[in-house]
């Protein structure tokens, strides 16, 4: 089945660490992955997306994630964390291959970065 | 700039009471989703409709019925609302299905009792 898994609930780290928020997925297929970030009260913001060429990408706020196809991981990373980034942040991955559009996301992993 | 726009933000119901979520969009975006956010649970999508005219089941329509009224407009309706309906409501929209990261409204907060 086509899945994807944030193992972590929550990510503690101190400001001005990097910090990692992890994504693995399963797959039969190629997919489109992407990170998205909630803050309290709030909906979801698209932070970033994989669709194919560099594994590397870049997005807001400074954020990037690196795409593993042999790991089937899209790891969400910030050099440097801010306060202000604590927040609730979603993997998802949306497949190609009998793909009728759906949207497939992660738990949730919660940041918190304390000052 | 207003994006996705829900309606109501919040409610309160009783069980087997209906009610009916509305969203729109300005973007002029093809398909619209319905999701709803439950803890430890992440989103899970209800009903979803990749162009005006059509809707399609997601992994937990159970209870629910959509309608895209025109391209801007896709409400959600509970024809008899359970406790187990109580959850955070997301519309959200993008321009197609494929690459196009979704683009969410505030929420609506429903309760049934």
């Known amino acids: 089945a086509q899945s994807v898994a944030q193992p972590e609930d929550q990510v503690n780290v101190a400001e001005g660490n990097p910090l990692t928020v992890k994504c693995t997925y399963s797959v039969s297929g190629n997919p489109y992955l992407f990170w998205y970030v909630q803050y309290p009260n709030r909906g979801l913001q698209f932070l970033l997306k994989?669709?194919?060429?560099?594994?590397l990408v870049k997005g807001s706020y400074g954020f990037e994630a690196e795409f593993n196809k042999s790991q089937t991981s899209f790891h969400l990373k910030k050099p440097s964390a801010l306060v202000s980034d604590s927040a609730l942040y979603f993997c998802a991955v949306r497949f190609l291959s009998g793909n009728t559009g759906k949207l497939i996301f992660g738990q949730g992993t919660t940041l918190q970065v304390k000052p | 700039n207003a994006g996705v726009t829900q309606t109501p933000k919040f409610q309160v119901l009783k069980t087997g009471q209906s009610m009916t979520l509305q969203c729109a969009q300005d973007m002029n975006h093809n398909s619209m989703y319905w999701y709803r956010q439950d803890p430890g649970m992440g989103l899970r999508l209800i009903y979803y409709s990749a162009s005006e005219g059509t809707t399609d089941k997601g992994e937990v329509p159970n209870g629910y019925n959509v309608s895209r009224l025109n391209k801007r407009e896709f409400s959600l309706r509970l024809e008899s609302a359970a406790p187990s309906q109580t959850s955070v409501y997301f519309c959200?929209?993008?321009?197609?299905?494929?690459?196009?990261?979704?683009?969410f409204g505030e929420g609506s907060r429903l309760t049934v009792l």
């Open positions: 959200a929209s993008s321009v197609r299905q494929g690459p196009g990261e979704l683009f």
């Open positions: 994989y669709i194919t060429g560099d594994n």
